[in-house]
């Protein structure tokens, strides 16, 4: 070849660029981990024993419900951070029962206008119940019959709700988030699956506080705890 020949290279194609695919909203949902995880952590039992023993002490005192729902709203960050071993302690007591409170004040304000509108209807029709009317007992009869069918999916509806809403308080950790209806609307819309999912989860766990009646009774407080951290796993 002479000093003065160049020869160019062979044309190489410019790589191609395949744009990853699109992330769907919510991911997957595990529908088995909710009923497990629990047994993963060494110390479970302690953990569920504690949590046993505040909410006996929901019955029979309420004051152990600020605990266990600021124990849920703890395990729930635990869920959604990734940790290996969600299950808290039970030593951050003073956390768990001031967030414990305003979980309940947001459940409270889902739940007053339904208790409100339900008292409305309900004194007037105790009072023509009450009356020597056949008539009026007639129609207060009809009304406790409509007010049934209303309650049900009305109930159903917030059962669905409320959850997602303390979702909401739990993550961002302040009161006004768990009661913005539009934005837990969105958040509804974009996840409805794995939200329904969430609700079959919890339904289903709502059925493990029973095998604590086999247990002399007092084991049904044991199996409600355990219940209410299916149910944290699932919504987180």
């Avoid at 990853?20 to 302690?46: H, I």
């Avoid at 302690?89 to 305003?102: I, V």
């Avoid at 109930?155 to 993550?171: E, N, Q």
Wanted: net charge neutral; with cysteine; hydrophobic share 50%.
């Amino acid at each position: 070849m002479s000093e003065g020949t160049y020869t160019p290279p062979p044309y190489q194609p410019p790589p191609t660029y395949n744009p990853p695919p699109p992330q769907q909203p919510g991911g997957s949902f595990d529908f088995a981990k909710p009923f497990t995880f629990v047994f993963e952590d060494p110390n479970w039992l302690k953990k569920i024993l504690m949590g046993g023993l505040f909410f006996i002490a929901i019955i029979f005192f309420f004051i152990g419900l600020p605990f266990c729902l600021g124990y849920y709203a703890q395990l729930t960050r635990n869920i959604l951070e990734g940790k290996q071993y969600p299950l808290p302690e039970w030593d951050n007591l003073g956390d768990y029962f001031s967030e414990g409170l305003r979980l309940i004040g947001v459940a409270l304000v889902w739940t007053l206008p339904v208790v409100v509108l339900c008292m409305l209807v309900v004194i007037p029709i105790a009072m023509m119940s009450a009356t020597d009317s056949d008539a009026a007992r007639g129609i207060g009869g009809a009304f406790v019959s409509i007010i049934y069918c209303v309650q049900f999916p009305v109930s159903l509806i917030l059962r669905f709700v409320i959850p997602i809403a303390l979702l909401r308080a739990i993550v961002e950790q302040r009161f006004g988030a768990g009661v913005e209806v539009g934005r837990i609307w969105a958040m509804i819309k974009g996840n409805f699956m794995n939200f329904f999912l969430a609700f079959l989860v919890s339904f289903i766990g709502g059925f493990a506080a029973a095998i604590g009646v086999i247990a002399c009774i007092i084991g049904v407080f044991f199996t409600a705890f355990w219940s209410q951290l299916i149910t944290a796993h699932g919504y987180a």
